[in-house]
């Protein structure tokens, strides 16, 4: 079923009701968007002498990060993880992704701050990897990048590194499709559900790269009033 551009309070607005009319676990929805990603890179060739840098938000974003880092390393690649939120400050789904990732034994770090040393450290994971996957912030980013996120994302845009964006690149406004101060520049996004309203938008694909449509699971009945016109 192809799915029109959605807006960022429909995408909300479907992850609650697949939840709460549905009984279906966001947990569930996550893994599939997270697998789903995995398989795209695997599909570019990434496997066992591939480096994987993920850098994961405290929220669903880097969720579906924590995800896809499981996901290749059942398949013998090297992943990396790296939070931008102490594990005690991390949300819902995203907290469960921590713990198995940290029983499974997959390396993962804490980026604390913003300051030179620090910076110098993440510059270095990422010249170390051959991919790197963009799990910071989702679709509810409002207002301008900040802080260690903008740091983050400028290191990254610097780095030349291939991105894969999870959902949308981060800072981008998923409505408008433009840049909240600084926003990743991707390869390709893997966008889940649907394309959001704002990769339409002129200069959008700057930061997008490829897009493509990973399906989470969430059920017709929800998505047919969201079916893309023929």
């Not at 960022?8 to 607005?13: A, D, H, I, Y």
């Not at 609650?16 to 697998?35: C, D, K, Q, Y």
């Not at 270095?124 to 980013?141: F, K, R, Y």
Request: charge should be negative; glycine fraction near 14%.
């Amino acid at each position: 079923m192809g799915i029109r551009p959605l807006t960022r309070e429909e995408v909300r607005g479907l992850d609650a009701r697949a939840a709460l009319e549905l009984g279906l676990p966001t947990l569930v929805l996550m893994e599939n968007a997270g697998r789903g990603a995995a398989a795209w890179l695997r599909d570019q060739g990434v496997g066992p002498s591939t480096r994987v840098l993920i850098l994961c938000g405290s929220g669903n974003n880097g969720g579906d990060g924590g995800v896809v880092a499981r996901h290749l390393d059942a398949c013998g690649v090297a992943v990396r993880v790296v939070w931008f939120a102490q594990a005690g400050q991390l949300r819902g789904d995203a907290a469960v992704q921590y713990d198995v990732l940290s029983r499974s034994g997959i390396e993962q770090t804490y980026w604390e701050s913003g300051d030179l040393d620090d910076a110098e450290r993440l510059d270095l994971m990422i010249a170390e990897s051959d991919w790197v996957v963009d799990a910071l912030l989702g679709t509810g980013l409002t207002r301008p990048v900040e802080g260690r996120l903008h740091v983050a994302i400028t290191a990254i845009n610097r780095s030349g590194k291939p991105i894969l964006a999870l959902d949308l690149p981060s800072g981008l406004d998923a409505d408008t499709g433009q840049a909240l101060g600084v926003a990743v520049r991707a390869r390709a996004t893997a966008t889940f559900v649907g394309p959001k309203l704002g990769f339409s938008a002129p200069g959008a694909s700057d930061f997008t790269g490829a897009v493509f449509v990973v399906e989470i699971g969430v059920p017709r009945c929800l998505l047919e009033p969201f079916q893309a016109k023929t």
